[in-house]
């Protein structure tokens, strides 16, 4: 007895001690699984830390990860955009007019003062021409546009707005922009050259208006042909300032990427048009706001096209408002020449020519109330239905220009709704469900994002000028204002048409009898009507 109450203390004092050994083991292994994966996510998060902080410190290491090859980016290769940061106070500064401005929360940041001068290494080539009197708010977008779209060059031949010195200073700040004034030197060069002694265009020669701009355009093509072929060009496409290519069939949404796939035995791809089909009367910023489009007859089924014919046109005169036969590129190589605004043709041979299934042009046309006054105060026609016909081509145009000269503001702001503006909700779902009205977001996204992301307000910020900056953006404040068209033209042309002796030229160079053979100029044309297929 006296031995057993003495081991029975021991016997529990060692059962405590082991059970507390237990559960320290047993918290230190909890302990342990709680502390390893908390230290190896505070390990990863460090690493990230200062990865990331590297990156946005040194610029230049990521240059070279991430900035496009072929881009010449100044400030000592540093990564677009990063030398002058969006946040910082210098980037509040920028003030561009409103259209060309940027909202508070830029979706590309890194697009800041990237001027997209890809010239090396890039293939194909690819260059636009154009004649504009339009301002920056209309020029910068549809320029850097077609810059993400792969083009490398414009040769833009200006006048009115366009060459005014606060416009044309930024525009040749642009890398890849060359501007070509309308001056008298050049007035007196173009009428000594090939295609204005000769008969295809000569249709419309001495005419006002729609007709004076069709020659403009033709021989202003001509010349552009000699400078792509001089800065090694391989595609030259003629587009307005209210026209975007919308490369859609290709593996990416990319100008570059079409024109790489066409076949090498191609000479010309023609883009049907898009007409847009604006949904309010109060539109500011086309490109912006509207996404609605027209398809061209070529990209419908036939008995779709004439079977909603009617409903399609909605009481005016053609399917589309204006013109119908698209544009075109075409491969830059010998005895290339225009053949009207419209198209491309060559001297010694028809080109090879294929009508692209799915891409277009689209064409923002009427797409602002203003346009009717616009086209009205820069031709000086009578607003007569004889009258109109040798100013304008095609019978909308003409309409327009009639009710414009004719009607009150009121009366016209009626009239642009009937004809141009698709209030009816029924019909447009109609429409859209036959595939005749499609919906495009794809240039809106691209063209919001560069305005966000600075680009348009640098470009303007850091060109050259002598005027004050609120002069200088009060001169690009609104696309609205009065375009004027250079009314020398049509002076020179009256005053040289007694030097048609340029024919001897052609004889010596053995091509006088060549002229004979050429088909008039394609002019713009509306799409078939209701009547071919009855």
């Not at 005016?316 to 590129?329: D, H, M, V």
């Not at 190589?333 to 294929?354: C, F, I, S």
């Amino acid at each position: 007895m006296p031995s057993h109450h003495l081991h029975a203390p021991l016997r529990s004092s060692t059962a405590t001690s082991t059970t507390i050994s237990t559960q320290s083991f047993t918290s230190r292994l909890i302990l342990l699984l709680t502390l390893l994966p908390l230290s190896l996510a505070a390990l990863a998060f460090i690493l990230q830390w200062k990865g990331n902080s590297g990156f946005m410190m040194d610029p230049t290491t990521a240059n070279s990860r991430w900035a496009p090859q072929g881009s010449h980016i100044k400030n000592h290769e540093i990564f677009p955009g990063m030398e002058l940061s969006v946040l910082s106070p210098k980037a509040h500064k920028s003030s561009d007019c409103s259209s060309l401005g940027r909202s508070g929360a830029p979706s590309f940041p890194y697009f800041r003062d990237w001027k997209f001068d890809f010239q090396a290494n890039l293939r194909p080539k690819i260059c636009i021409t154009t004649s504009t009197s339009a301002g920056l708010d209309q020029i910068l977008p549809w320029m850097f546009y077609h810059k993400v779209m792969g083009v490398t060059t414009f040769f833009l031949f200006v006048e009115g707005k366009a060459a005014s010195p606060s416009t044309s200073k930024v525009l040749e700040s642009i890398p890849g922009v060359k501007l070509i004034y309308r001056t008298t030197e050049l007035e007196e060069q173009q009428a000594k050259s090939r295609i204005w002694n000769e008969t295809w265009l000569s249709s419309f020669f001495y005419k006002p208006c729609n007709y004076e701009l069709f020659v403009k355009q033709s021989l202003n093509m001509e010349m552009a042909i000699v400078m792509a072929r001089d800065a090694g060009m391989d595609w030259i496409l003629h587009l307005d300032t209210d026209e975007l290519i919308h490369p859609a069939g290709a593996r990416e949404y990319s100008l570059r990427q079409l024109l790489l796939d066409v076949p090498g035995n191609v000479d010309m791809v023609v883009f049907p048009n898009y007409e847009s089909s604006i949904e309010r009367d109060d539109i500011e910023d086309p490109f912006g706001e509207v996404s609605m489009f027209k398809k061209n007859y070529d990209h419908l089924p036939r008995d779709t096209y004439f079977g909603m014919y009617k409903e399609s046109t909605r009481g005016n005169p053609n399917y589309f408002l204006t013109y119908g036969n698209g544009k075109s590129a075409a491969r830059v190589q010998d005895h290339l020449r225009p053949n009207g605004a419209h198209r491309w043709h060559n001297y010694m041979k028809t080109p090879n020519e294929v009508k692209l299934e799915e891409a277009a042009v689209l064409h923002y046309t009427y797409s602002k109330f203003s346009d009717l006054t616009s086209r009205r105060d820069r031709c000086g026609c009578k607003p007569t239905k004889e009258d109109v016909k040798r100013c304008f081509m095609l019978d909308f145009d003409r309409s327009a220009f009639i009710i414009a000269s004719t009607a009150t503001e009121e009366e016209m702001r009626n009239w642009y709704r009937e004809h141009v503006v698709w209030g009816d909700k029924d019909l447009k779902l109609k429409l859209l469900r036959k595939s005749i009205l499609t919906r495009i977001y794809s240039p809106m996204a691209i063209i919001q994002g560069l305005r966000e992301s600075g680009v348009f307000s640098s470009i303007i910020q850091s060109a050259p000028t002598t005027l004050s900056r609120d002069k200088f953006l009060a001169s690009v404040d609104s696309s609205n204002s009065t375009r004027t068209v250079s009314s020398e033209s049509m002076q020179s042309r009256n005053t040289n048409k007694s030097r048609g002796n340029q024919a001897t030229a052609r004889k010596v160079l053995g091509l006088e009898t060549t002229a004979l053979f050429h088909e008039a100029a394609v002019p713009p044309l509306s799409p078939p009507g209701f009547l071919v297929e009855a």
